[in-house]
């Protein structure tokens, strides 16, 4: 046996016991000791019934993702379950924690299952690029139809135990004492001589399902998923439950699963569940650096974006207090925060009482002076340097020593605005994105003289709101901003040389975009790039004539986008769909001749370049500066921030499928053409030099 897995006779009852902490992961070790454990138990006379169990916080969690990309070691899953489900004594699964994946596989392959009502199950396989491979897609319909099973695989979402006891997933469910309740019900079965009851001999009722269900069902999900492969396949997979024999499935599924498991998307899908987990390590921070207590928050600014980070806290059941200097906007915050709350409630995804604690979590003032027991502030103010000045000097007079003093900018220089503070060892910025309620990444921007203690109370503290964390140096823009703006100057040339705001939209919609830049231009307000150009040229910054220039056009039109109803589209009365304007199209048009640029046809291939490239350029000169620390936490930012498509990778992996040699050339090309703007990173010529990728940093 191996140290992995305990094997006990307990009277007429073999207990086989899984211990491979933290989550019981089915590492090389656990899948041999789990055959041999199944064998003796099979062979010992005295032996009439089987539980398989685990100890620690949770049953097999799924597979030991430090063997993902490597050669699998035999037994594989398939061997194990297949000796699993050869056994001729009733064996039950006792499960606790989380079944998940090659877990739950595992589980269909034993007789019956018992779980204690805190458990959960689920196939995940699907947010990896992959299906269950180990015979999930064909046992799981044959146990409780294909229409459930379908939306358990195909969303990879877990089922608490009494919903799956619904479904006919779990046999019998307790409240504590799973390993002694386990055993009276394997010896229950033993005794009563019950059937073995085998997945892989049922047959799926398919009698309710209309004509065309799988085709059908595929076509929703191109929607819902659109551009992933794996959904559809694990569609596939299902039917082929329905339409062949367990054997044949069982063959057909592992044939899918090797198809996804070499595809770049799941290659990318993996890339990013690991490079999420690595942004949470700030390399150069000691592991026991202290972290402070934060148990009440303040919010400056009751706008969008402030309401929506209060809602972030409040969610999380940390107090909020927000801010503003009248009454009738922090009215109109306090509204906004209470509004989400009511209809949460009413759409049942909070219960009444979860939701009235949450919007009475938050609170408003008018006066600074009430903010001196917060133990972090976030300022959302306007985007102004002067502004964001005055609300730091106030809050460093009021607030408590060891509080921490964050900026929400997006844009302007944190130790500029840590600089009138006299801690700016408490400063650093939390930049959201809107909205922030729903947007899961969280820009942590260092400043030059941040403590260790504050950006690690930061990292934590993302992880308690839901957010991913990522760690950017100070520069114009971080790490997201500073990229978007070689999109958007590209997007904004590419319409005055004659592509359309429909065209440019579509193409990157169609490559994976969660929507095209012309379209995210209007849904953020146009006016808010156009001040911001504004602040630069008041501050002598050069900016060419191109830039922005059909933007600027529209804003001064009174077009800021879908607040004012009309934008780079002009949108109906409550509706966002955009619909084409040709008075945009006269203005793009005029715009172009003012500045003596000819419109000329341009192909999808030339947007998807002119667009993306940028972005691979200029985070290859963030990484040489030092202001991110990891290739894969840039592509986390684009992930989470700005809806890269997932199964993409985010831009470094984009960069590095494509080939960083094949998108050097179309730099230098484009350099030729359009002069400097377009000059490659030294780290981009170095790497494609060399032979390498991203990845290999």
């Keep these: 046996m191996s140290e992995t897995v305990k094997y006990e006779q307990q009277g007429n009852i073999a207990l086989i016991t899984v ?15 789990l055959v041999d454990a199944f064998s003796r138990a099979d062979q010992e006379t005295a032996i009439e ?64 299952r018992i779980a204690l009502t805190s458990a959960a199950v689920g196939l995940p396989e699907v947010k990896l690029g992959l299906l269950p491979g ?30 799956a006891a619904k479904m006919g997933l779990i046999d019998r469910l307790v409240e504590d004492k799973l390993e002694t309740n386990a055993i009276a019900y394997a010896r229950e079965l033993a005794e009563s001589q019950a059937e073995l009851r085998r997945c892989q001999d049922m047959q799926v009722d398919t009698s309710s399902l209309p004509t065309g269900y799988f085709t059908d069902y595929k076509k929703g999900l191109a929607k819902k998923m659109r551009g992933f492969e794996a959904p559809l396949a694990c569609v596939d997979t299902v039917e082929y439950a329905c ?38 390590v700030v390399d150069d921070l000691p592991k026991k650096t202290a972290t402070r207590e934060i148990n009440k928050v303040a919010v400056i600014g009751a706008g969008t974006m402030g309401a929506g980070i209060a809602m972030c806290f409040s969610n999380a059941g940390i107090p909020v207090v927000m801010l503003e200097l009248k009454q009738e906007a922090l009215d109109r915050g306090l509204t906004s925060a209470h509004s989400y709350y009511a209809d949460r409630k009413a759409k049942g995804r909070m219960s009444p009482e979860q939701a009235d604690q949450a919007a009475a979590r938050i609170t408003g003032t008018l006066s600074y002076d009430d903010l001196g027991e917060v133990d972090l502030v976030i300022e959302a103010v306007f985007e102004s340097m002067d502004i964001k000045h005055q609300v730091f000097r106030e809050l460093d007079r009021v607030c408590k020593p060891g509080a921490i003093l964050s900026t929400n900018t997006s844009t302007l220089n944190v130790d500029e605005i840590a600089a009138v503070t006299k801690r700016p060892e408490d400063v650093l910025g939390l930049h959201f994105f809107s909205p922030a309620q729903v947007m899961r990444l969280l820009e942590v921007v260092r400043g030059e003289k941040t403590s260790d203690e504050v950006l690690a109370t930061a990292m934590q503290l993302a992880g308690r709101i839901s957010k991913v964390g990522v760690v950017s140096g100070v520069c114009d823009g971080f790490i997201g901003n500073r990229m978007l703006k070689g999109y958007s100057r590209e997007a904004g040339a590419l319409l005055l040389e004659g592509a359309t705001p429909p065209q440019i ?30 602040e630069r040229r008041q501050r002598g910054d050069d900016i060419p004539p191109t830039e922005g220039a059909v933007a600027d056009r529209l804003v001064e039109l009174g077009r800021c986008g879908q607040k004012t109803g009309k934008g780079y589209y002009r949108y109906e009365e409550g509706s966002r769909k955009p619909i084409p304007d040709p008075e945009v199209e006269e203005v793009i048009a005029k715009t172009s001749a003012e500045l003596g640029i000819q419109h000329r046809e341009i192909s999808d291939n030339e947007i998807i370049e002119r667009l993306i490239y940028p972005l691979i350029n200029e985070a290859a000169l963030i990484l040489e500066e030092g202001f991110a620390q990891r290739p894969s936490d840039i592509d986390i930012v684009w992930i989470y921030g700005y809806g890269f498509p997932v199964y993409r990778g985010g831009p470094m992996f984009y960069a590095d499928t494509v080939g960083l040699d094949k998108v050097l050339d179309s730099i230098k090309t ?18 494609a030099a060399e032979g390498k990728k991203f990845a290999d940093l």
């Design 243 to 280: 339409t062949l024999p367990f054997e044949q499935g069982l063959e057909k599924e592992r044939e899918l699963f090797l198809q996804l498991m070499n595809s770049t998307q799941s290659a990318a899908q993996r890339h990013l569940f690991f490079a999420e987990r690595k942004a949470a």
């Design 19 to 33: 211990n491979n902490p933290p989550v019981n992961a089915l590492s090389a070790s656990v899948r041999q000791g």
């Design 670 to 687: 484009y350099q030729k053409h359009y002069g400097d703007a377009w000059k490659p990173a030294p780290l981009l010529e170095k790497l």
């Design 49 to 112: 019934g089987v539980v398989l169990a685990c100890e620690g916080r949770t049953f097999i969690a799924g597979a030991d993702i430090s063997e993902f990309g490597k050669p699998m070691q035999s037994p594989a899953l398939p061997e194990v379950l297949a000796a699993l489900n050869a056994m001729q004594k009733p064996t039950v699964a006792a499960l606790h924690g989380t079944a998940l994946g090659g877990g739950l596989e595992t589980a269909l392959s034993c007789h019956y």
């Design 134 to 163: 180990s015979g999930g897609t064909q046992r799981l319909p044959r146990l409780i139809g294909a229409d459930k099973a379908l939306d358990l695989i195909t969303s990879g979402r877990k089922a608490k135990a009494e919903e």
């Design 505 to 534: 939209d579509k193409v990157m919609y169609d490559f994976g975009m969660a929507m095209g830049p012309m379209t995210m231009g209007d849904l953020a307000g146009l006016d808010v790039g156009y001040r911001v150009r504004q």
